[in-house]
């Protein structure tokens, strides 16, 4: 007997984040549900490991990118993807609870910014199904918090 849920497409993500335990554990979040995952944890090479993932398997659904990193912060990293011609979506995670960067990633090219304790499977599975809707339902803000 088949269920009546509607079959939807793979979605895949590309994660960045120098912080290993992080990593892993969005990286659970995501592959339990049933998004592919590419995950990097050095930030010089991820925007190459990004177009390398792009070419031979498609773009990507999400870019989520932490933004304090050695080396080259997730900032950087956005502007070089968005330049690639990447127009997905694209979450900006911080440890930060202020959200005084929000400017910033705003002008990096991210749509959303996020504190990396407010990710979780129900704000994964909206911003994959529904992002347009995902800042007001779960008490975020979109980088972009003017009106359309």
């Known amino acids: 007997m088949s269920d009546n849920k509607e079959i939807q497409k793979a979605h895949r993500a590309f994660i960045v984040d120098d912080d290993k335990d992080t990593l892993a554990i969005m990286t659970h979040q995501f592959k339990s549900l049933k998004v592919d995952v590419t995950a990097v944890?050095?930030?010089?090479t991820a925007v190459k490991e990004?177009?390398?993932?792009?070419?031979?398997?498609?773009?990507?659904?999400?870019?989520?990118?932490d933004?304090?990193?050695?080396?080259?912060?997730?900032?950087?990293?956005?502007?070089?993807?968005?330049?690639?011609?990447?127009?997905?979506?694209?979450?900006?995670?911080?440890?930060?609870?202020?959200?005084?960067?929000?400017?910033v990633s705003k002008e990096s090219g991210f749509d959303y910014y996020f504190s990396k304790t407010s990710i979780n499977k129900e704000l994964?599975?909206?911003?994959?199904?529904?992002?347009?809707?995902?800042?007001?339902?779960?008490?975020?803000?979109p980088v972009d918090i003017d009106d359309e």
């Open 50 to 65: 990004f177009l390398k993932a792009t070419m031979r398997d498609g773009n990507f659904d999400l870019v989520a990118l």
């Open 124 to 141: 994964i599975s909206a911003l994959l199904h529904q992002p347009k809707t995902v800042a007001g339902e779960v008490g975020q803000s």
């Open 41 to 44: 944890t050095e930030s010089t």
């Open 67 to 103: 933004i304090r990193m050695p080396n080259i912060n997730g900032n950087e990293i956005a502007k070089q993807m968005r330049d690639t011609g990447y127009t997905g979506l694209m979450i900006a995670l911080t440890a930060s609870t202020t959200g005084m960067g929000r400017k």
